[in-house]
């Protein structure tokens, strides 16, 4: 059997005539259309020489052709490199240069910016724009529509994807057709996806978010997805009436919550809200459930594994969770420092296996190899723990742990009693060098007004709710906190700012 991603999709399809993709400009891609037109894709990718195993990288705009491309690059056996569009082509020069692509799809404005860059990888440019056009579509419009979907075992690469590299070099993950089916129809059967369903797609499509969550399971389902090039607003409330499922990030939840349009009514023929790629306050899952009558339903995973959790689809999704393994997935939480298991309620490191998980990270042997354990498990670097109903809660990143005169400080835990307070909107709290306790704790707040930031009146709100050494030495205010495109706040450049608070 063929455990292409693509074949296996293929097969699924029950109605070629479905719609499969709709644009913002009213175009309508069936289920058939999508085939022919990743089989031209397909032939146009091999004409230029690339070969099964071969990276195709690709640094575009959002656009219908740009899922053609990924859809075509794992139909013709190569492996799909999408790339941050924020990403300079200084970075650009490292990730083409580690992964060493066939070929790297630019967008034509940026293309002579990374020629240097593709000659050193050996790359050939080709170019796709926001609006599909350029020398790829060009080179596939004269193509056939027939293409014989490359045969690939379940561990052959589909997918080459590289951490954010928060913290030291960016690190390709090597996700296999394997992970990606599997992941597309766990999710499928956890959210009861149907034929029926119509998702709102606003997120980008260089991440697994975008890419892996919500186009492979809508299409995994038979369902159609409203393909919109970014979050907007006016357009989703709009489309409500017609969708019944939303993915999105905090951030869109928020944005949609001061939206006087966004009540019971706009959003009754609506199925299902899904938020993951950053932790959801609390206060916003209770907000849109008082607003919508909706409870927002939130998950957990990263670019290493795809989806790990996920709070039920039936029951209760509660807030600050991520919920509980989905089916086939193993969590464990261990003691960071021996791999011990821990029992329920005790805070240590997640760990992952299944069959979700990746085969590991693109020529680092070490890296894998101190990551992905002998028996399976992938150690996440998130910090978490089970509650007595099985939900599990992250806590924070291991990396973001702050040790203060010997004492073990987790993040959320202040972060959460700190969001509680009047005239907080959210906060981030981080360990900085101090020179009695190694790192001193520090709340970053983001107040509603500025006449909310009194360092004092949050200090002494805090007092008696946190154990001493918990308690904050300095609390800072900012108009916003730093975050990637993906809406995750980034600790690692508040800990440059104030760098030099306690000395």
Request: glycine share 10%.
């Amino acid at each position: 059997m063929n455990a292409n991603l693509f074949d296996i999709l293929e097969t699924g399809i029950t109605d070629p005539h479905a719609a499969a993709i709709e644009t913002a400009g009213g175009e309508r891609i069936s289920y058939g259309d999508l085939v022919a037109r990743t089989g031209r894709m397909a032939n146009a990718l091999v004409s230029l020489g690339v070969k099964p195993g071969d990276r195709v990288a690709a640094q575009v705009e959002k656009s219908v052709q740009a899922i053609i491309l990924y859809l075509a690059t794992v139909r013709a056996g190569a492996v799909f490199l999408p790339l941050n569009t924020g990403y300079t082509p200084s970075e650009i020069d490292y990730f083409i240069g580690d992964a060493t692509p066939a070929i790297l799809v630019s967008d034509p404005a940026r293309a002579d910016a990374l020629s240097d860059a593709a000659a050193r990888a050996g790359a050939r440019i080709m170019t796709l724009d926001a609006a599909g056009q350029g020398s790829l579509t060009d080179a596939a419009a004269g193509q056939p529509a027939d293409f014989a979907t490359v045969a690939c075992g379940s561990d052959d690469l589909a997918a080459l994807l590289y951490t954010s590299g928060t913290t030291g070099r960016s690190k390709g993950a090597m996700l296999t057709h394997g992970n990606l089916v599997s992941n597309s129809m766990a999710l499928r059967d956890a959210w009861r996806y149907t034929a029926r369903d119509v998702l709102i797609h606003a997120l980008p499509i260089f991440h697994t978010h975008g890419l892996f969550v919500a186009t492979n399971v809508t299409l995994f389902s038979g369902a159609s997805m409203i393909f919109l090039p970014k979050f907007d607003p006016d357009r989703i409330i709009a489309l409500m009436d017609r969708a019944t499922v939303l993915m999105g990030v905090p951030t869109f939840y928020v944005r949609l919550l001061g939206d006087d349009r966004l009540n019971r009514d706009t959003t009754a023929p609506m199925r299902l809200f899904i938020s993951g790629s950053a932790p959801l306050l609390a206060e916003t899952h209770r907000e849109w459930q008082a607003r919508t009558g909706h409870a927002i339903l939130e998950r957990y995973g990263m670019t290493e594994t795809n989806m790990n959790t996920s709070n039920p689809y039936d029951g209760d999704r509660i807030a600050g969770t991520v919920g509980m393994p989905l089916p086939g997935v193993e969590i464990i939480v261990t003691d960071p420092e021996t791999g011990a298991e821990l029992p329920g309620g005790q805070i240590g490191m997640i760990e992952v296996r299944g069959p979700n998980v990746f085969k590991g990270y693109w020529q680092m042997p070490e890296k894998t190899a101190a990551e992905l354990r002998g028996n399976g498990f992938f150690i996440t670097g998130d910090l978490g723990k089970f509650d007595d109903r099985g939900y599990l809660h992250i806590v924070g990143r291991g990396k973001d742990l702050i040790i203060t005169g010997g004492y073990n400080v987790y993040p959320k835990e202040i972060e959460s009693e700190i969001d509680a307070l009047p005239g907080v909107v959210e906060s981030a709290v981080i360990g900085l060098p101090h020179r009695d306790f190694g790192e001193g704790v520090t709340a970053v707040i983001v107040p509603t007004a500025r006449d909310a930031t009194d360092e004092g009146k949050v200090l002494a709100a805090l007092d008696g709710r946190l154990a001493k050494f918990k308690q904050p030495k300095r609390v800072l205010f900012v108009d916003e906190l730093p975050r990637n495109t993906m809406g995750k706040v980034q600790k690692n450049l508040l800990r440059d700012q104030f760098a030099d608070l306690y000395r």
